[in-house]
Antibody
Framework: QVQLQESGPRLVKPSQTLSLTCTVS??????????WTWVRQPAGKGPVWIGR???????TYNPSLQSRVTLSLDTSNNQFSLKLTSVTAADTAVYYC???????????????WGQGTLVTVSA | EIVMTQSPATLSVSPGERATLSCRAS??????LAWYQQKPGQGPRLLIY???TRATGIPARFSGSGSGTEFTLIISSLQSEDFAVYYC??????????FGQGTKLEI
């Protein structure tokens, strides 16, 4: 099973851009067997899916965040990244990277997760 | 967007007992439902997908059932390591994938 590790700044100022990277080990992001995704979880609440990116860089985003989110791949370093612009306090959450395995052409459940990183939006 | 509602919010049970957790979807999701377990400081762990298929390495005491809008996760004979928060997630109408608010299983 793949291993995932999030990294990036833990504190972001309001109106700035949140940037996180997920490093993948024990698997290749170019394999085409999974989508690479980001999920966030505000304190005491359920997870919220942010978006997914395929091995060829095709992206799909949660409509509620679409205008502010960009996912990208770095196949040379086996990493994928999240950028969220114009952040507010409402974006404070634990951010997870996770995998969506592709089976029979569809992908529905998240089978590997990182440990998560708490990002706080505050001046 | 499909809204997932879990009940109860908190369930108090004793080790060795059986726990029944419920999840309701705001519209039919067929059998496109997954369950996760989350412990403090950790990412969620996949337990069940396809409403009733256990993920790799998940003990047989975890079982899922249901289809359409009503789903159940049963944990028979609770072990100490089972006390955690459990989430359901639908992937029928996957834009977006949506999760429930969780059920905390406590002693």
């Amino acid at each position: 099973q793949v291993q995932l590790q999030e990294s990036g700044p833990r504190l972001v100022k309001p109106s700035q851009t949140l940037s996180l990277t997920c490093t993948v080990s024990s698997g290749s992001i170019a394999s085409g067997t999974s989508y690479w995704t980001w999920v966030r979880q505000p304190a005491g609440k359920g997870p919220v899916w942010i978006g997914r990116i395929s091995a060829i860089g095709s992206t799909t985003y949660n409509p509620s965040l679409q205008s502010r989110v960009t996912l990208s791949l770095d196949t040379s370093n086996n990493q994928f990244s999240l950028k969220l612009t114009s952040v507010t306090a409402a974006d404070t959450a634990v951010y997870y990277c996770a995998t969506l395995p592709i089976q029979d052409g569809t992908a529905g459940w998240f089978d590997s997760w990182g440990q998560g990183t708490l990002v706080t939006v505050s001046a | 967007e499909i809204v997932m509602t879990q009940s109860p919010a908190t369930l108090s049970v004793s080790p060795g007992e059986r726990a029944t957790l419920s999840c309701r979807a705001s519209q039919s999701v067929s059998s496109n439902l997954a369950w996760y377990q989350q412990k403090p400081g950790q990412g969620p762990r996949l337990l069940i997908y396809g409403a009733s298929t256990r993920a790799t390495g998940i003990p047989a005491r975890f079982s899922g059932s249901g289809s359409g809008t009503e789903f159940t996760l049963i944990i028979s004979s609770l072990q100490s390591e089972d006390f955690a928060v459990y989430y359901c997630q639908q992937y029928n109408n996957w834009l977006p994938y949506t999760f429930g608010q969780g059920t905390k299983l406590e002693i």
